[in-house]
T-cell receptor
Framework: TQLLEQSPQFLSIQEGENLTVYCNSS?????LQWYRQEPGEGPVLLVT?????EVKKLKRLTFQFGDARKDSSLHITAAQPGDTGLYLC?????????FGQGTELSVKP | GAGVSQSPSNKVTEKGKDVELRCDPI?????LYWYRQSLGQGLEFLIY????????KSGLPSDRFSAERTGGSVSTLTIQRTQQEDSAVYLC????????????FGPGTRLTVT
């Protein structure tokens, strides 16, 4: 059983569309992170959310931490081909990161 | 400044051979992590070094896996008697703090066991 459940696992959309990726758990976390990984590279940290209900924006990306700090979402507005990649949510547990399975996003021009 | 580097970038080995994977963390980062990423398994934690403390080895899948960190800097992950199921990308990350946040990843070593 995955501690962090991400959905959807795969998403293929056209340029300009909006999308939302979800990260859910039955556990409460002190913080949650989102990473983006491109082929042949390691994950790169996009954002850390700490406070329940917190919303953070990074250009066209909006991240939200659930009020109960058990879930998070990533919303991309007007997706671009450059947004293509693997999006991973992660939570720290005992000083180490536990990752969700990831969402493979493909944005077609 | 340089990021996390890993070597080799690719390694092909025969089943039963031993392999060593190297990680050079960001200078000054006290924490170093090893993860494994394989198809269908996602990214799984292997081992965590924090300063001079005993490492957290709770993620190592078997006693064929071991890691050391010399001088609080460079780390080597060793896999003995490799098996085909060891084929994966091995990622190293480092961070400056103790919380596990803000981890910076290397590009990984792709290990293929034939």
């Amino acid at each position: 059983t995955q501690l962090l459940e991400q959905s959807p696992q795969f998403l293929s959309i056209q340029e300009g569309e909006n999308l939302t990726v979800y990260c859910n758990s039955s556990s409460v976390f002190s913080s949650l992170q989102w990473y983006r990984q491109e082929p042949g590279e390691g994950p790169v940290l996009l954002v850390t959310v700490v406070t329940g209900g917190e919303v953070k924006k990074l250009k066209r990306l909006t991240f939200q931490f659930g009020d109960a700090r058990k879930d998070s979402s990533l919303h991309i507005t007007a997706a671009q081909p450059g947004d293509t990649g693997l999006y991973l949510c992660a939570a720290t547990q005992g000083g180490k990161l536990i990752f969700g399975q990831g969402t493979e996003l493909s944005v077609k021009p | 400044g340089a990021g996390v580097s890993q070597s080799p970038s690719n390694k092909v080995t025969e089943k039963g051979k031993d392999v060593e994977l190297r990680c050079d963390p960001i200078s000054g980062h006290t924490a170093l992590y090893w993860y494994r990423q394989s198809l269908g398994q996602g990214l799984e934690f292997l081992i965590y070094f924090q300063g001079n403390s005993a490492p957290d080895k709770s993620g190592l899948p078997s006693d064929r896996f071991s890691a050391e960190r010399t001088g609080g800097s460079v780390s080597t992950l060793t896999i003995q008697r490799t098996q085909q199921e060891d084929s994966a990308v091995y990622l190293c990350a480092s961070s400056a703090g103790t919380s596990g946040h803000e981890q910076y990843f290397g590009p990984g070593t792709r290990l293929t066991v034939t």
